[in-house]
């Protein structure tokens, strides 16, 4: 079905039955495979959105990425609020907790949704979110790289009077 085939592909797993012969735990293996190449182009396609959009805005990406992160958050809240689905969180921080499992892609297993309505929307939202997740990620981790690179380019100048640092820009890198 559509909601097994996209909990496999976003790696959160949200099954109703976990796969039990070698042909069906075969196929959730190719799926995977696949799908991890689909949502890698996925995600590449938002990035260059969300670039468009922080320039157009006149806006840094990060921060750009930032409001957009906190808006999927928000949605994901307003879709558990809006779907009527035993299966879905009924409380704030439930929701919250839900929508954070669902983008990270972990995937607890806590919540899951069971009428079909809930397995399209959670679907969705699960395509968008973990894509937005990894963006912030990758940023987060590249600003981290790119600092530790900086420093690296700190020079120690040592007069008889003072001990000073000059920076001299990351070059070639």
């Not at 182009?41 to 921060?63: D, G, M, P, S, W």
């Not at 399209?120 to 997740?133: D, E, G, M, R």
């Not at 981790?141 to 000073?164: E, G, R, W, Y």
């Amino acid at each position: 079905s559509f909601y097994t085939l996209v909990m496999t592909i976003t790696a959160i797993g949200l099954y109703e039955k976990n796969p039990t012969t070698v042909f069906s735990k075969l196929y959730i293996i190719v799926v995977v495979m696949v799908g991890t190449q689909l949502l890698s182009v996925i995600e590449e396609q938002q990035r260059k959105f969300l670039e468009v959009y922080a320039f157009r805005y006149n806006v840094t990406y990060n921060r750009f990425l930032a409001i957009v992160h906190m808006v999927v958050l928000i949605s994901g809240i307003t879709l558990c609020s809006l779907i009527s689905d035993p299966g879905l969180p009924q409380n704030f921080t439930d929701k919250l907790y839900f929508s954070c499992v669902l983008g990270t892609s972990l995937g607890s297993g806590t919540f899951s949704p069971h009428t079909n309505l809930g397995k399209f929307c959670v679907c969705i939202y699960s395509i968008l979110s973990v894509n937005v997740w990894a963006l912030v990620g990758k940023a987060y981790v590249k600003n981290a790289v790119l600092s530790l690179l900086d420093m690296k380019f700190l020079t120690k100048i040592t007069t008889p009077q003072k001990t000073a640092f000059k920076y001299e820009g990351a070059k070639n890198v």
